[in-house]
């Protein structure tokens, strides 16, 4: 089975100040992991995957295998990152149709 | 070009009718799949389709739940006596190829079972 977790509903920060949503997994095989935003009456979009080892809109997101997590974070948050954030697990030769799972989602708020 | 489209946007029932649920996937794209996304569980799997074929149907939450797809392409998700517990939105989302790469996803549909 597998499984994220997201602890955080909600998480709060002022402008310009550091964030990090925390992601949790549990799979016993070899796991890709993303990160999707939802903006304010926006559909659900990707931000970000393991694999491309990139940075999006100044996000980044290391897969730690040893400790399965793969917390999402930024240095300095804008007012427009505010957002709904989901970590999400696809199971890697996942005969099931290479669905994703979601954790619960964290509600990022930034004030000004 | 076009994203994924779901219609409709919002659907408002009363508890024991049947609803249907349409999914437009990006033209090209082979995989598609149904989620939900409810306060008390989150964003949950449902079905997937690859074409025409739906080999996981493994998170349909009951039998009152059916999807299907012709031509490859569109597909309705049908929800028969609808009952309150049934209330979220439903999201479609479609990949390229065998469903490894990125699934996009639509603007859902909201029901709301009364």
Request: with cysteine; charged share 20%.
């Amino acid at each position: 089975a597998q499984r994220v977790t997201q602890p955080e509903k909600l998480l709060s920060v002022f402008k310009g100040a550091p964030v990090e949503l925390k992601c949790n997994y549990s799979y016993s095989g070899s796991p890709e992991l993303f990160w999707y935003v939802q903006y304010s009456r926006q559909r659900l979009q990707l931000l970000l995957r393991h694999i491309s080892r990139e940075s999006i809109k100044g996000f980044t997101a290391d897969l730690n295998k040893g400790e399965t997590s793969f917390h999402l974070k930024k240095p300095f948050a804008q007012e427009e990152d505010s957002a709904m954030y989901y970590c999400a697990l696809r199971g890697m030769n996942n005969n099931a149709g290479n669905m994703l799972t979601f954790g619960g989602g964290t509600r990022l708020m930034v004030k000004p | 070009g076009a994203g994924v489209s779901q219609s409709p946007s919002n659907k408002v029932t009363e508890k024991g009718k049947d609803v249907e649920l349409r999914c437009d996937p990006i033209s090209g794209h082979t995989a598609l799949y149904w989620y939900r996304q409810s306060l008390g569980q989150g964003l949950e799997f449902l079905i997937y389709f690859q074409g025409n074929s739906a080999p996981d149907k493994s998170g349909l939450p009951s039998d009152r739940f059916s999807a299907e797809r012709t031509g490859g392409s569109v597909s309705t998700l049908t929800i028969q006596r609808t009952q309150q517990e049934d209330s979220a939105v439903y999201l479609c989302a479609s990949s390229f190829g065998s469903g490894t790469g990125t699934q996009y996803f639509g603007p859902g549909t909201r029901l709301l079972v009364l």
